[in-house]
């Protein structure tokens, strides 16, 4: 039989979010029916409220929950395991590529996203979007490692490339920022500056293992940066300027704090862009040329499930806080103030939503 279970989506672009009743077909072959727990709330969610869309989206891609069924060739996974549910495809994708979630309006239209959605109280999702947790990991707050953890930790690691005694900047301290600082210090890095407008996210970063901070609104963030800080080549600034804001300033930002490299040396630094881009940039390449830094972008961090799996072992060894980073909580009914707040910047590390 199909499940209705109660859903938040959005019917033309820059619309409401509306709660709703929908209906959920029952798994295909390689998907899984799951209760929900939690979920977090993400501003790539806030960018794709303001895109155009076929028909109604749905939303959340971060979650944590039980299995309830699951399909006749699912393999992953079993009814009452707890999991996680993230937007990263297992490795399998590459052989067979995952299907969409899909759900039934009480209007007869159907709604969709193109991966998971968790805005709901069950989902039916791809067997490959799931992490089975051990019994040790039974918190709610697991959910962020579905999106926030890997998008800032796997920037660092992956396309950041940081290893013991390198330098990092990370601009924008949300729950993707702070994620990215807490895998620096994790990774041995010798300087972890913390880049911001505002003073008690700065204050809020110490704790996930920044050793600097630097308010942009009142200092000059990439003096500031060259001044603390040295690259592996030995110019000023950093090995890693991990950029998880998005905008044209805070990218160009990242590019100049980036050390210079030194010819037939040491190459520069990596900048590396992880916040969704709002407008278009206009960059003079030459200092990528003349001072071989490298300007990259990265999608989810670049992780893979196993590194989910790392950063699970991360909380339990107190390497990652995730209850710290845990800082609004709020009921399902009152998701769309979670999103109203996260848009106005009133969340000091990430929010998450509980379905009760």
């Known amino acids: 039989m199909p499940t209705t279970t109660r859903a938040y989506f959005q019917r ?6 509306e709660l709703t009743t929908v209906t959920l077909a029952d798994p295909r072959p390689h ?36 299995v309830e069924a699951v399909g006749d060739a699912v393999t992953r996974v079993g009814v009452g395991d707890t999991v996680m549910v993230t937007w ?65 930790a796997g920037a660092v690691i992956n396309a950041g490339a940081v290893t013991a005694g390198d330098t990092v900047a990370v601009i924008g301290l949300g729950g993707v920022g702070l994620s990215a600082v807490a895998a620096a210090a994790a990774q041995g890095a010798a300087a972890v500056i913390a880049i911001d407008i505002a003073d008690e996210k700065l204050a809020f970063a110490k704790r ?23 690259g592996r080549s030995g110019n000023p600034g950093v090995d890693a300027a991990v ?5 044209a300033t805070t990218i160009t930002q990242a590019v100049a704090m980036a050390a210079d490299g030194k010819v037939s040396l040491h190459r520069g630094g990596n900048a590396v862009v992880v916040g969704v881009p709002k407008t278009s940039l206009d960059l003079d390449p030459i200092q990528l040329l003349t001072k071989e830094k490298s300007l990259l972008g ?17 909380t339990l060894t107190g390497t990652l806080d995730l209850a710290a980073m845990v800082t609004e909580r709020f009921a399902f009914e009152d998701l769309p103030q979670a999103v109203e707040a996260l848009r106005q910047g009133r969340i000091l590390g990430r929010s998450l939503v509980e379905m009760g």
């Not at 033309?12 to 979010?17: A, F, N, R, S, T």
């Not at 590459?94 to 969709?112: N, V």
């Not at 992490?131 to 959910?143: E, F, I, T």
């Open 243 to 247: 950029d998880c804001v998005g905008n």
């Open 88 to 152: 990263l495809p297992s490795a399998e994708s590459a052989e067979r590529a995952p299907g969409q979630t899909l759900a039934t309006l009480p209007d007869g239209t159907e709604a969709f996203w193109t991966n998971v959605s968790t805005w709901n109280e069950h989902t039916v999702v791809d067997e490959q979007y799931l992490v089975v947790l051990g019994p040790q990991l039974r918190d709610p707050a697991l959910a962020l490692i579905g999106c926030a953890v890997p998008t800032g």
């Open 298 to 314: 990265t999608l989810g961090g670049g992780c893979g499930h196993d590194q989910l799996g790392l950063f699970c072992d991360w």
């Open 31 to 66: 998907d899984v029916r799951v209760r929900l727990i939690a979920t977090g709330v993400c501003q790539s969610q806030i960018y794709w409220m303001h895109q155009p869309r076929p028909k109604p989206l749905l939303f959340g891609h971060e979650g944590y929950g039980v």
């Open 208 to 230: 996930f293992g920044a050793t600097h901070v630097v308010n942009s609104a009142t200092q000059d963030a990439v003096a500031a940066v060259r001044e603390l800080a040295r």
């Open 12 to 17: 033309e672009q820059d619309g409401p979010l």
